[in-house]
C-alpha cells in the first residue's frame, strides 16, 4: 500500500476503480438496477439534508448572493463550453463521423451535475452553499437554455425538457436541504461533533454514484455501440475535452481573484456536465434511433469526470485536513 500511495493512489481510489471495475463486470441489473437507483437517491437525500443541517442562514445567503461565483459558473457551462464543444467537435468529425461530432455538440450545452459536484465541493474543503446555488441554478436553467442551445447548435426542430427535470431537483436536493435547515437548531450539534457521519455520507455517495453510471452505461451497451477503434478515438477526444474544460475554469477561478473555497465551487460546478439532465432532453430532442449515438459521448464524459474530480478532490482534502488537525 505504501508503493501505491507514492503514486498518489489511495485507499479512497481504489474503491474508485472498484466501482469502475465492479460496474463494467458485473453491473446492476433488472431489480438490482432498480434497488441501486433508490438507495444511490436515498444517499444524496441524506447528503444534502447534512449539508442543511451544517449550514446556517448566513452561508446559504452567502452562496446565493454570491454574484461572481453565479455569474462566472453560468458564463463556463452555457457560454464558454458551447464555444470549446464546437472546436473540438469541428476537429474530431473526420475521426468520428458526423453523429459523435454532433453528440459533443449537444454534451457541450448541458448544465453541470447537481450531487456530484457538491459532494466533491463539500470532500475538497470548497464553498458547499456556492456550490449548491450554483448547481440548482445551472439545472433549472438548464431545462430551458439546453435545449434552445442544442437547437441553434444542432439544427434541431423545437422540442424541449419535461417538468421531471424540475421536480427532481425539488424532492432530491431542495426538500431535504431546507428539511435539514428546519431541524438545524436541534440537530447541528449532533452532527458537528460526528464528522466521520458526512465524510461517509459524502464519499459513500460518490461511490454509489461511480458505480450507478457504470453499470448503465454496460447495461446499455455502451461498449458495443460502435467498432473498438472509433470508441477508443471518441474516449480520447473526450478525455481532451474534459481536460481542456477543467484547466481553463482553473484559470479562470485564478484570473478572477476569487478566494480558494470559492474557486473549488467553480472548478467542480463549471467543469462538469449532467448525464442525468442530458437523457430527458435528449429524449425530447432526438430521434429515437439517434439517440444512442447522441448520448454516448455524454456517458463518457460523465463517467470520465466522476474519476478526475474525485481524484481532484481527494488530494485537495488532504491539505485541509491537515491544517484542522494543526489547528
Known amino acids: 500500500m505504501g508503493i501505491l500511495k507514492r503514486f498518489g493512489i489511495d485507499g479512497y481510489m481504489m474503491l474508485l476503480i472498484g466501482m469502475v471495475v465492479l460496474g463494467a463486470v458485473v453491473p446492476a441489473q433488472g431489480m438490482a438496477a432498480v434497488v441501486l437507483g ?187 455501440l460502435i467498432p473498438p477503434v472509433t470508441l477508443g478515438t471518441l474516449i480520447a477526444v473526450v478525455l481532451v475535452f474534459l481536460a481542456l474544460g477543467m484547466v481553463a475554469v482553473r484559470l479562470i477561478g485564478r484570473i478572477s481573484g476569487m478566494n480558494r473555497p470559492d474557486r473549488t465551487a467553480l472548478f467542480f460546478c463549471g467543469s462538469t456536465k449532467s448525464l442525468a439532465s442530458g437523457l430527458p432532453i435528449a429524449a425530447a430532442l432526438f430521434a429515437p434511433d439517434m439517440i444512442g449515438l447522441m448520448i454516448l459521448p455524454v456517458m463518457i464524459f460523465h463517467m470520465s469526470q466522476l474519476l478526475v474530480c474525485a481524484v481532484i478532490a481527494q488530494r485537495a482534502a488532504a491539505p485541509e485536513a491537515a491544517a484542522q488537525v494543526a489547528s
Open 38 to 224: 433508490y438507495v444511490t437517491m436515498g444517499a444524496i437525500a441524506l447528503l444534502f439534508f447534512l449539508y442543511g443541517v451544517r449550514m446556517n442562514a448566513a452561508e446559504v445567503m452567502a452562496g446565493l448572493t454570491n454574484w461572481r461565483l453565479q455569474s462566472l459558473s453560468f458564463g463556463i457551462t452555457f457560454v464558454m463550453f458551447p464555444i470549446f464543444g464546437i472546436g473540438v467537435a469541428w476537429a474530431a468529425r473526420p475521426l468520428i463521423g458526423d453523429e459523435l461530432a454532433l453528440g459533443l455538440l449537444f454534451l457541450s450545452v448541458l448544465p453541470s451535475t447537481i450531487n456530484s459536484s457538491i459532494a466533491l465541493t463539500g470532500m475538497a474543503g470548497g464553498n458547499v452553499s456556492g456550490a449548491i446555488c450554483s448547481a440548482t441554478l445551472s439545472n433549472l436553467l438548464g431545462v430551458f437554455l439546453t435545449p434552445a442551445l442544442a437547437a441553434v447548435l444542432l439544427h434541431s426542430g423545437g422540442g424541449g425538457a419535461s417538468g421531471d427535470a424540475v421536480l427532481k431537483i425539488a424532492l432530491q436536493i431542495l426538500l431535504p436541504f431546507v428539511l435539514g435547515q428546519c431541524l438545524r437548531r436541534w440537530l447541528s450539534d449532533f452532527v458537528r461533533r460526528r464528522k466521520m457521519l458526512t465524510t461517509v455520507v459524502d464519499r459513500g455517495a460518490i461511490l454509489l454514484i461511480v458505480y450507478a453510471a457504470f453499470s448503465a452505461g454496460t447495461t446499455a451497451g455502451l461498449w458495443r
